[in-house]
């Protein structure tokens, strides 16, 4: 990941913390235990089924790239 990339991926999880923190539970993060469970939850709620569905759209695009391909070879 080149500097750019890096600062831009830093300003974005600026965004989604500042999202997130807005819907906690501000009782719950009173602690460093309670910020640890609030912060998993709230990954796995909202996070990483977003990622999970972005790098099987991407998959199933390199696939289906990859049968067009194919065709085209033995249409030819």
Do not use: D, H
């Not at 080149?2 to 600062?7: P, V, Y």
């Amino acid at each position: 990941m080149n500097e750019a990339q890096q600062e831009r991926l830093k300003a974005c999880l600026k965004e989604l913390a500042t999202l997130l923190y807005e819907e906690a539970n501000k009782n719950q993060i009173a602690n460093l235990e309670g910020i640890e469970k609030t912060v998993r939850s709230q990954m796995l709620e909202y996070v990483s089924p977003e990622i999970a569905l972005f790098l099987l759209n991407k998959q199933q695009e390199q696939k289906s790239g990859k049968l067009e391909k194919l065709k085209v070879l033995l249409e030819n």
